[in-house]
């Protein structure tokens, strides 16, 4: 059976994220129900990394065995005629028969937005975190600085993430845009923990407001104390915007990290 790999884009605002569960519709359902109807036999979509509920992407991937060799148009085409309007397929391939889309990603980058207007946007809601309050945008990039490179994140990882371990590289960090604007930041990165980025952001928020000097960010990094560190950012502003792959599985030493373990949502 030929093994299909596509790539996603998604408004997760009516999921309960990607993973199935019980208390609402999940993309990766939403995704096995539309290929059942193309395929006329059920199949298992396996994913890159577990979104949560509200959090959106532009770049998932995901994978599974087609029972049925059909042209990549009618994975794109065909797929997205059956699919809701806030899931699409962007791009279709076939991929070799060992390809697993977590344990051969050698990295993803988030975009996590924000409205920094004075008063509230009804249509940025579900797509930006809105904050009132006007953000030194400057003081924001200085210190998300201190985040990149190869570190222990645990100060930044979710009190139930059972990953094994917390340290984590950071390739790039980046602060975009402009304050009483819409703001953007930019992490990418080999592996992530359990809400993660949402943490650095909050974290990062806390600078720009003027709460807390540009230096806390590096102490609360070097704490490993999770309740030192900024609030949760809302799901809402998150994208999961793309994963990179090389031509092969990931060596160990950057694979280990991201094998098995939890994934920022």
Not at 106 to 135: C, D, I, M, Q
Request: with cysteine; proline share 6%; charged share 25%.
């Amino acid at each position: 059976m030929p093994r299909l790999k596509l790539t996603l884009e998604y408004e997760g605002t009516r999921y309960v994220g990607w993973q199935v569960q019980p208390n609402g519709p999940s993309i990766q359902s939403t995704l096995q129900d539309a290929l059942q109807k193309l395929l006329g036999e059920r199949v298992f979509v396996a994913s890159a990394g577990r979104t949560d509920a509200g959090v959106h992407a532009t770049g998932q991937v995901a994978c599974f065995d087609s029972p049925r060799v059909l042209p990549m148009k009618a994975y794109t085409m065909g797929l997205n005629g059956i699919l809701p309007p806030d899931i699409a397929v962007v791009a279709a391939e076939e991929v070799a028969a060992e390809f697993d889309p977590r344990r051969w990603s050698r990295g993803k980058r988030y975009r996590y937005r924000l409205s920094n207007r004075r008063t509230r946007s009804p249509l940025l809601r579900t797509t930006h975190w809105e904050v009132f309050a006007p953000l030194d945008v400057e003081a924001m990039r200085r210190a998300s600085q201190a985040l990149l490179g190869r570190h222990d994140f645990s100060a930044f990882r979710a009190a139930d993430c059972q990953a094994k371990h917390a340290v984590r590289e950071i390739r790039q960090v980046r602060v975009e845009g402009t304050s009483g604007d819409t703001v953007a930041v930019v992490v990418e990165g080999t592996a992530f923990l359990k809400h993660m980025v949402r943490n650095l952001v909050g974290t990062l928020v806390e600078v720009g407001k003027g709460r807390r000097p540009e230096a806390w960010v590096a102490e609360v990094l070097a704490s490993r104390e999770r309740k030192l560190a900024g609030a949760t950012a809302p799901p809402q502003g998150l994208v999961l915007e793309e994963v990179f792959y090389g031509d092969g599985p990931p060596p160990r030493s950057l694979g280990d990290a991201a094998v098995g373990e939890e994934d920022e949502g």
